[in-house]
């Protein structure tokens, strides 16, 4: 195999709850999180010296020097490698764009090489081990507790970017930790997409409004995507920007998202369907 190819979705947070702060000043997490039909591509060859070429719309301002996270993935394997990154999805972002970048790249590295992926995956971000899953999962700990959630109905979305960039640790340290309930014990068997979304409005994403402090268009995009016909739940992914609302099937979704870019031609905006 001299080149392979891997897709790395967009990781959604529908709910994502923050239930504590470690001495080391990580914080707990509990979130159910989901994978989008739109990402990034990245195409692995091995070589002599590690090299990263980043294309695409949203290949713009992506650092291309060892600290990017898909040339830190590669050195984690012990190889190296050239890697062509198409980026897609933006960056600072919420979605876990280059956590999921890093997560494809290993997963084609193992398979290139016939290799497990090397232990450590987490020093490289705390979305990296739920990245490696890239399906519906619960994430616990700081991010490393990852287990796989079946059954979950598959969503209908739009999701919108207002293009600011939203640095992770700035909206942490907005956040005022209290007794922050986690999700239930056992997630229940939901009988449909409805019955999730009825469940999900009743959970929280506890990193939305210490994010809106920080970049308050954030709150005009939840606004303006909860006033589009027929969403039924419009949050923040992540600690933002991006948000992402919920519709009833893909027609509904992909109007909305038509009408959103008619109206903010700045912004990025995406129909997608999430599992
Ligand atoms: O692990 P990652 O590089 O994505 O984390 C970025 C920053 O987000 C950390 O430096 C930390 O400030 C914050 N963070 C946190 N608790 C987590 C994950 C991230 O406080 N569970």
């Given at each position: 195999m001299t080149v392979v190819e891997a897709f790395a979705p967009a990781k959604i947070n529908l709910t994502l709850h923050v239930t504590g702060r470690r001495a080391d000043g990580y914080h707990l997490l509990d979130s159910l999180v989901v994978f989008a039909d739109v990402g990034d591509r990245v195409s692995v060859r091995l070589a002599g010296v590690s090299r990263l070429r980043v294309t695409g719309p949203?290949?713009?301002?992506v650092p291309v020097g060892p600290d990017n996270l898909v040339l830190r993935a590669v050195a984690l394997t012990g190889t190296t490698a050239e890697i062509s990154l198409e980026k897609h999805l933006p960056a600072?972002?919420?979605?876990g764009g280059g956590s999921s970048d890093a997560a494809a790249t290993l997963r084609a590295l193992a398979r290139m090489r016939g290799q497990p992926v090397p232990e450590g995956v987490l020093t490289l971000g705390a979305d990296v081990p739920v990245c490696m899953l890239a399906r519906a999962a619960r994430m616990c700990g700081i991010g490393e507790e990852v287990s796989a959630v079946a059954g979950l109905p598959l969503l209908h979305a739009v999701l919108i970017n207002p293009r600011v960039p939203v640095p992770t640790p700035a909206v942490f340290r907005r956040l005022t930790c209290r007794d922050n309930p986690p999700m239930p014990d056992e997630l229940p068997a939901w009988a449909g997409a409805g019955d999730l979304v009825r469940w999900l409005a009743e959970q929280?994403?506890?990193?939305q409004d210490p994010a809106i402090a920080e970049q308050p268009v954030i709150a005009q995009v939840i606004e303006r995507l909860g006033v589009t016909?027929?969403?039924?739940l419009a949050r923040m992914s992540g600690s933002g920007a991006t948000c992402f609302g919920l519709y009833d099937d893909a027609e509904t979704a992909s109007s909305a998202a038509s009408r959103l870019a008619a109206e903010f031609p700045g912004w990025w905006i995406r129909s997608a369907r999430l599992s």
């Open positions: 949203m290949a713009a301002g600072a972002a919420g979605i929280r994403n506890d990193l016909p027929g969403c039924q």
